[in-house]
């Protein structure tokens, strides 16, 4: 039982980080389609056209992710599957003893990889629901003219850039000299 728990709140914490990613994920892209968007809005399109087309983007990108990690998923059990089996069997040739795995397969229940893939899908409308109501609701000159934010965008990564490689040379640096000094 407690095992279980483990695992599920394992799960749990792996689900919503999954969700907080594809949360970014679409607001990148919503980001990127802003002209787009604005495009759109221009020639007609209602606030909730414009929702219902990024739930659609986000729908279509659960629907292929979803299909992709279920059939991902039973490969990787099996080859985790296989490797702790071969694991248990030299440890257990090296400690003089014998096991053989007989009997030992992996069972692919239809209600695991219906849930697998509703736990995906779901996940993904989720995330996907915020950035396309952000999507819907900016006006549309903003999205039109999207040169100012643009502009701040790109000047934002260089700053990061280095600060961070300044970081990654003081950790090396460290790890260099605490080395040298053993």
């Known amino acids: 039982e407690t095992q279980r728990t483990m695992f599920l709140m394992f799960g ?3 689900l919503i980080l999954s969700i907080v990613l594809i949360w970014n994920i679409f ?17 007609g399109a209602s606030r909730s056209e414009t929702f219902r ?13 979803s299909g992709i990690g279920t059939i991902a998923s039973y490969f990787i059990s099996f080859i985790i599957f296989s490797v702790t089996i071969n694991s248990i069997q030299s440890i257990a040739q090296s400690s003089g003893g014998s096991f053989s795995p007989s009997g030992f397969q992996i069972v692919l229940l239809p209600t695991t990889l219906i849930m697998t893939f509703i736990v995906g899908l779901g996940s993904c409308l989720i995330g ?3 950035p396309s109501y952000k999507a819907s609701r900016k006006p549309l000159i903003e999205c039109l003219n999207p040169i100012e934010e643009k502009s701040e965008r790109e000047k934002k990564p260089y700053k990061k850039r280095i600060v961070y ?4 040379i003081f950790f090396i640096y460290l790890g260099v000299n605490s080395t040298l000094s053993t």
Do not use: D, K
């Open 53 to 65: 087309l990024f739930l659609t983007q986000g729908l279509i990108m659960g629907l292929l992710g």
């Open 27 to 43: 607001n990148i892209i919503r980001e990127e389609q802003e002209y787009e968007t604005g495009m759109i809005q221009a020639i």
């Open 165 to 168: 490689a300044l970081l990654g």
């Open 128 to 130: 996907s629901i915020y």
């Open 12 to 14: 749990l914490v792996a």
